[in-house]
């Protein structure tokens, strides 16, 4: 009536594990799957849809029923769990348990859930999905998510070479043998422990008198040996991408981590990654008991566990008869094989009759009566009324074989029919991707094994090298039966009804696939969509072939032309974690300055900003809140002196004959008058005219230039530079040397400014004369070499200098000191923004948000029109022809000064219906004590004056008068001081 | 991930590239050319399904621009 | 037949052998009133809203491959209106109008959601571009707020946000009446509809030209022969600059892919759609338990349905920082489409320089949420001749004038 255990004195130790609750016992080196089988669990899982029972139906990743939970891993195969003391697996979807599931009551209902029963229905009333979704969500779905995750230890490293090998089964070692000794550089992954491939291939095989077993591990044994092989196990290859990259996920590579994600490159690849069996499709042919034959010998071999007392073969192929004939002489009860096919083989009866095993041909398996396999019927294919009972306690199927195709079609391969094998095969294309072995419908180990010499030669002559061919004279296969396969076949019907499953997983019937195609449905994307049909967590992988066929038969096609689903990464389910290797601050690399670490030591609030970096906000002292710090800093700049931190500015150097030219096309102003040891505030646009940055350009010399970007723009400010040196005007004699991360770059800026710098030492005459605003000198500042400039964007007296970023630290320090009297302070970019709006100085992302042009923004002086061309120059011709309101820059002032106007707040328009500006930044002024604001608004130097409506974030309307965007110093009189 | 061929660095991951997109000739006279075709030229593009001509920038690398040929309907660069 | 939980009922007693075809397969005419090419959640609505509002029965979608496969089947769904620009906002807001009686209207459920969308917010630059959208919103009369960590975490029980460090969340927005609809069922609701209206939806018929005579537009060119008609419509995606090239046309597009992936089927454990724009990552659960999770693009225009795996290694290091409980959940499937990303990242709904010749593109990551609006939208311009009002935003005559409308949201540009 179940499983239990082979006499075998080779087991390993015994383990305790508990499923369900339960307690069992197994042993060291088994799967949960096969452990459960050995104790005599038939139920293992409830299905998907209808929460059918079900047993272990595979003995890998072909597995469609066996999912469990174990510790924090929602979803794991059991096929796939390695046994370990302890161990604690609940199976997924049934409540309370496998054995007894409350939710057995879809199955009552399913004939009021076909496929595609939710398109139907659920529509009302009023927003009627919502009420109902809530049911479906809960009954849907598999596992839970752990509430307290356990630590996954993985690890990411990569791996290049000539060529990856996806298999170490014959074909696959057999082309790794080739390529090696070749010369190649050869990576070979497999999924299992050790080479060999599908443990029932190697058993009865003998290679020049050698058996299989012996022959692998003394190829093995080569491929160790030679430097250039890198052989991964226990790995699975999950994707191939473009030009020769793939994945693969590596389970326990070494003690302390999990899983190790593999990223592969190589300039060819060779597929050798099997096929798997497919299932049978009669009426409840999903009862626990219903097992894939390949499975059932495997079990038997591998783990010495025995299904069942009485094994029934159910197959419509001959190379099955080998499988059973195994798994007769392993000391599992088979008795009969019952097949469609009217004619079979005389060497494949005579194998399995030999064995005492009856065939029963011409005839198929009809139903299976009970809620689980004890006994079949059975009947004539051509008669029906001829039904019988058929004694057995596992019905183990064997409907042919699937090439697997998956890694050959991810990155563009092709498929296509072979009738022979009702399956699709691989195409080959003029990609360096090659199948060979079974995967590529050479199905046996002999010629699996001669198909991977031939494929690894022709790879390496792709890869310009010459293969000897392998020196194997002889492979004999005690029971090698060709596959003479009768097409994927369903079972005829006694009567209507009754669920006949194509996908286990997916719980689709095969009357679903021919409901999808009655509907129209009927393309195999749409059937697959509709039905579901492999979807679930196998992506279809003993399903597929299966409901190809059905589809085909419903449409009176063949499979060739109803063809496959895409077939997509990854091949198998990957722990997301693997996938992520960055955690915590490696989330997203941030750049800091040699200052960062003071900033933090002052407890400045750190903010995150464009280009990576991170900047101090403000500094609060203890227990003030960000007004009341910002509102210090800003009374501190103006009243004294504040020091702030401007390295992140992006800053490069151009030098060369050509650079006033290439400046004066790439800026909207003009260079030409700009006399060495100047400086100028300039503008760079998108051709489309808009703002694309802003910064101050210093002439250090007549052919050498400095230019300043915003931080956020830094990177693409050097690639818009490169871009027009490199591509659009190679002619222009010049050379571009991005210089952000070396200077560093330090403000110091307030009325004190002068004498907090002479305080604390330089060679610079400071006086305004010798040192006038917008002037770049060189010298040494505190002792350190330094370029000095007189730029200011806070409307102070105020000096950038720039050190050596090393220095910076050392400069910050001695300002500080030589400061301290003068009650110099550290200024955060809050307090920076609030003393530009005082300015009205535009910031780029702000004012610049896009869409405005610089006249837009009331700077036509920065727009030297008379230059033939500059980027952007075009546009602004265009733009100033264009009739309709364009958004301006303005000043708006709250009525109730102490009210600060929202940022983003819309400017209604007059019938208060739609926006016609917005606030693009807004503050209380320390320096006024009262709220002021920029914005953009249509026309808005004609509404200087005049009242305007506000909309705010949180729904509130108010009102604020136009006003020109300057508030505070309108002649700038303190920064040319 | 592609593999890119940088001209001065040989094959490189696709990450230490910038891809501006189909080589896009910028007119030597802004000045001279009238509305429509000064949109043609910032905004409309040939958007090729085929043998596609772009331009890569080496951003994590030798900070050079090149041209290259790569097939938008295989990804397969052509050198 | 109508679909109800009666017709349900009384099929099961006959075993469903009775449901009739969803849609016709009928043959191509030689003719039609107008056509529109591509059978996707766009094109299907097109027709559809041809036939309803507008009374043009004698309308053919045709499809190169199988209807629905393009872009709407490959969706991650997300259905939401918090935009930048307030024409923007009033358009995708007239279409959540649209979405919350579509299964009605259509006779097919098309799992419409409204679960509501939040958008976390991880730095002060993005907090004061929350600030503008909620304006814009407000005044549109969509309902937007600005929630705290806390609440966030009250939603979202399962996120981490002490996780999350290298970016902490500082406050979040949320729109309630966003939701996620089940992608195909769009697809498959509007093709049964309009094809109960009369309309030929013609699969496996791929059009290879654009057939014109001087300004006009003549018709088409399919690989099952010539078809006439004095309208024809892109609703292409990915291929508008390929076919609009076949009439002399470039269109202001790129073709770039956009890969999405899925999880293992979970149960409930988000509710909402969850947005992290600073880590240009967003994900919502599927009604059958999966994440469905999405990123930014591949970073060079291609056709090719395939992007870098190095783009999913970010998204899922985005994702696990705010949920550590998914590093044991498995990544199930990943895909890929190609979108048509417009040069301001707004989509056009417009006439073309030709007579007759209509096209809707340019939606690159977002065009699902618009697909009833942009139906109508196109609808009305083929049948009119005039934009609808909530549309005339989206006319190609902006590119004239340089009027764009830049929208950060969504996969981006390289300009």
């Not at chain 1, 009021?112 to 398109?119: E, I, K, T, V, W």
């Not at chain 1, 008669?383 to 019905?395: F, I, Q, S, T």
């Not at chain 1, 400069?811 to 302070?825: D, F, S």
């Not at chain 1, 920076?832 to 923004?857: M, Q, T, Y």
Request: hydrophobic letters at 45%; a positive charge.
């Amino acid at each position: 009536m179940s499983g239990y255990r082979l006499p075998n004195p080779a087991r390993g130790a015994p383990l305790r594990f508990s499923f369900d609750g339960r307690p069992f016992v197994g042993h060291q080196g088994e799967t949960l799957a096969a452990a459960l089988l050995a104790n005599g669990e038939r139920v293992v899982a409830r299905s998907f849809k209808y929460h059918r029972p079900r047993g272990i139906y595979g003995i890998g990743l072909e597995e469609p029923n066996a999912i469990v939970t174990i510790d924090d891993q929602p979803h794991a195969l059991a096929t796939r769990v390695g046994l370990r003391d302890g161990l604690t697996a609940r199976a997924v979807n049934a409540w309370p348990s496998a054995r007894f599931d409350l939710r057995a009551i879809h199955d009552v209902f399913g004939r009021l859930l076909p496929a595609g029963f939710h398109y139907k229905t659920f529509m009302g009333p009023g927003r009627g999905w919502n009420l109902y979704e809530g049911f479906i969500r809960r009954a849907a779905g598999l596992g839970r998510i752990a509430a307290a995750p356990m630590q996954w230890r993985t690890q990411a490293q990569h791996a290049h070479g000539d060529v990856l090998v996806v298999g170490a089964g014959p074909a696959g070692i057999a082309a790794a043998l080739t390529l090696a000794r070749a010369g190649c550089r050869v990576v070979i992954a497999d999924d299992g422990a050790y080479p060999g491939g599908a443990e029932a291939d190697g058993a009865g095989v003998l290679i020049d008198g050698r058996d299989a077993d012996s022959w692998f591990a003394a190829a093995t044994a080569e491929l160790d040996a030679m430097p250039f092989v890198r052989r991964l196990a226990d790995a699975l290859v999950t994707g191939l991408y473009d030009h020769g990259f793939a994945t693969a996920i590596e389970r326990q590579p070494k003690a302390g981590l999990d899983q190790r994600l593999w990223k592969l490159r190589t300039r060819a690849v060779v597929l050798a990654t099997g096929a798997i069996e497919r299932p049978m499709i009669f009426v409840n042919n999903d009862r626990p008991g219903v097992m894939s034959l390949a499975a059932v010998r495997g079990y038997a071999e591998r783990y010495g566990v025995a299904c069942g007392r009485n094994v029934v073969v159910f197959a419509n192929n001959s190379a099955a008869y080998a499988d059973a004939a195994a798994l007769k002489r392993l000391g599992v009860g088979v008795s009969a094989i019952v097949d469609p096919r009217r004619v079979i083989a005389s060497d494949a009866i005579a194998c399995v009759s030999a064995l005492g095993i009856a065939v029963i041909a011409a005839h198929a398996v009809i139903e299976i009566a009970g809620r689980s396999v004890e006994g079949v019927s059975i009947a004539p294919v051509e008669n029906l009324d001829a039904m019988r009972a058929l004694d057995c306690d596992v019905l183990a199927v064997s409907g042919g074989w699937t090439p697997l195709v998956h890694l050959h079609s991810h990155a563009g391969g092709r498929v296509a029919h072979d009738p022979a094998l009702s399956a699709f095969l691989p195409v080959a294309d003029s990609r360096a991707v090659w199948s060979a072995g079974a995967c590529a419908g050479r199905l046996g180990f002999a010629d699996a094994l001669a198909d991977g010499a031939r494929v690894g030669a022709i790879a390496a002559r792709a890869l310009g090298r010459h293969a000897e061919p392998l020196d194997i004279d002889d492979v004999i296969v005690r029971d090698a039966f060709a596959l003479d396969l009768e097409s994927s076949f369903e079972s005829p019907r006694r009567e209507p009804g009754g669920k006949a499953f194509v996908d286990l997983a997916a719980d689709v019937t095969a009357e679903d696939l021919r409901l999808a195609a009655r509907e129209g449905y009927d393309s195999v994307e749409l059937m697959k969509r509709y039905t579901t049909a492999g979807m679930a967590l196998d992506q279809g992988r003993h399903a597929n072939a299966n409901a190809i066929a059905v589809l085909a038969g419903a449409r009176g096609d063949t499979p060739g032309a109803v063809g496959t689903t895409t077939y997509r990464p990854p091949f198998a389910p990957i722990a997301f974690g693997t996938i992520a290797d960055r955690t915590g601050q490696r989330l997203v690399p941030f750049r800091t300055t040699t200052l960062t670490r003071w900033h933090q030591e002052a407890r400045a609030v750190m903010y995150d900003v464009g280009g990576g970096w991170r900047r101090p906000g403000y500094y609060p002292r203890v227990g003030q809140s960000l007004d009341e710090a910002v509102a210090h800093e800003c009374r501190i700049c103006r009243a004294k002196a504040v020091i702030y931190d401007s390295s992140p500015l992006g800053k490069i150097e151009i030098k060369g004959r050509d650079v006033v030219t290439f400046l004066e096309r790439l800026y909207t102003n003009r260079w030409t008058d700009l006399a060495p040891g100047m400086g100028r505030y300039g503008m760079m646009l998108f051709e489309d005219g808009r703002v694309f940055d802003d910064g101050v350009v210093f002439r250090l010399a007549p052919d050498h230039f400095l230019i300043h970007t915003t931080t956020g723009n830094a990177e693409a400010a050097l690639q818009r530079l490169e871009y027009h040196r490199q591509i659009v005007w190679p002619e222009l004699d010049l050379r571009l040397l991005p210089v952000t991360t070396q200077w560093a770059d330090i403000v110091l800026c307030g009325p004190q400014a002068r004498d907090i710098l002479a305080a604390v030492g330089t060679d610079l005459d400071l006086s305004r004369e010798a040192f006038p605003f917008m002037a770049l000198r060189s010298g040494k500042v505190a002792g350190i070499s330094a370029r000095v400039m007189r730029v200011s964007f806070t409307g102070e007296l105020s000096f950038e200098i720039h050190v050596a970023a090393r220095q910076a630290e050392q400069l910050w320090l001695a300002l500080l000191e030589a400061g301290r009297a003068h009650g110099i302070a550290p200024l955060g970019s809050e307090a920076n923004h609030v003393l530009r709006i005082e300015k009205g100085f535009i910031s780029v992302g702000h004012e610049a948000d896009g869409v405005a042009d610089p006249f837009d923004l009331g700077m036509k002086w920065i727009v030297a029109m008379d230059k033939s061309d500059f980027i952007g120059k075009r546009s602004l011709l265009r733009n100033q022809r264009d009739p309709a309101p364009r958004p301006q820059l303005v000043g708006l002032l709250a009525p109730d000064p102490s009210i600060v106007l929202p940022e983003g707040a819309q400017i209604l328009d007059a019938a208060g219906a739609r926006g016609r500006g917005y606030v693009t930044a807004s503050c209380m002024s320390p320096t006024l004590q009262r709220s002021i604001a920029l914005a953009l608004l249509e026309d808005g130097r004609k509404l200087l004056d005049s009242e305007v409506r506000l909309f705010t974030p949180s729904g509130e309307t108010m009102n604020a008068r136009v006003t020109r965007p300057i508030f505070f110093d309108p002649k700038s009189e303190r920064m040319r001081g | 991930m592609l593999l890119v061929t940088c001209p001065f660095c040989g094959p490189r991951n696709e990450n230490e590239f910038v891809c501006k997109g189909e080589t896009v000739t910028r007119p030597a006279q802004p000045a001279a050319l009238d509305d429509a075709a000064w949109t043609a030229f910032l905004y409309l593009r040939d958007n090729t399904k085929g043998r596609h001509e772009e331009h890569w920038w080496h951003k994590h690398g030798c900070r050079q621009w090149f041209r290259a040929m790569r097939n938008t309907a295989d990804n397969r660069f052509t050198p | 037949m109508r679909y109800s939980i009666w017709s349900l009922a009384r099929n099961a007693l006959t075993r469903h052998a009775h449901w009739p075809r969803a849609w016709r397969d009928p043959p191509l005419q030689k003719s039609y009133d107008a056509i529109v090419i591509g059978a996707g959640g766009h094109g299907l609505a097109t027709a559809y809203y041809l036939a309803k509002r507008h009374g043009l029965t004698r309308v053919a979608v045709l499809e190169k491959s199988w209807l629905g496969g393009g872009n709407t089947a490959r969706n991650t769904v997300t259905i939401r209106a918090n935009y930048l620009r307030e024409p923007s906002v009033r358009f995708y807001a007239e279409s959540i109008k649209l979405w919350e009686d579509l299964s009605q209207e259509l006779n097919y459920n098309v799992m419409f959601s409204q679960r509501g969308q939040i958008d976390l917010v991880q730095s002060w630059a993005k907090l004061r571009d929350l600030k503008r959208r909620q304006a814009t919103l407000r005044l549109v009369g969509v309902p937007f707020d600005i929630i705290t960590p806390a609440q966030v975490q009250a939603r979202i029980p399962a996120l981490d946000l002490a996780n999350s460090t290298r970016f902490p969340v500082l406050a979040a927005s949320w729109h309630p009446t966003a939701g996620i609809a089940r992608h195909d069922a769009v697809a498959w609701g509007y093709a049964r509809a309009a094809d109960a209206l009369g309309v030929d939806i013609i699969q496996n018929c791929e059009v290879t030209a654009i057939r014109r005579s001087g300004g006009r537009i003549v018709g088409v060119e399919t690989i099952r022969g010539s078809v006439d008609a004095p309208k024809v419509a892109l609703a292409v995606a990915a291929h508008a600059g390929v076919l609009a090239a076949s009439a002399g046309l470039r269109l202001p597009i790129e073709t770039v892919p956009l890969q999405a992936f899925v999880s293992e089927p979970l149960k409930p454990m988000l509710d909402v759609v969850l947005n992290i724009p600073q880590l240009q990552t967003y994900l919502s659960q599927s009604d059958k338990g999966e994440l469905v999770i999405g990123g930014g693009a591949d970073g060079y225009p291609s056709y090719v349905a395939r992007g870098s795996f190095a783009l999913v290694e970010d998204i899922v290091a985005a994702m696990i920082s705010l949920f550590p409980a998914l590093a044991r959940v498995g990544f199930l499937r990943q895909w890929a489409g190609n979108i048509d990303v417009s040069h301001d990242i707004t989509p056009i709904i417009s006439r073309l320089p030709i007579d007759g010749f209509f096209v809707s593109a340019g939606w690159g990551s977002g065009g699902f949420k618009a697909i009833p609006i942009g139906g109508v939208a196109l609808a009305h311009l083929m049948a009119t001749g005039k934009p609808l009002p909530a549309a005339e935003h989206l006319g190609f005559a902006r590119f004239e004038t340089g009027r764009l409308l830049f929208e950060t949201a969504g996969a981006s540009n390289r300009s």
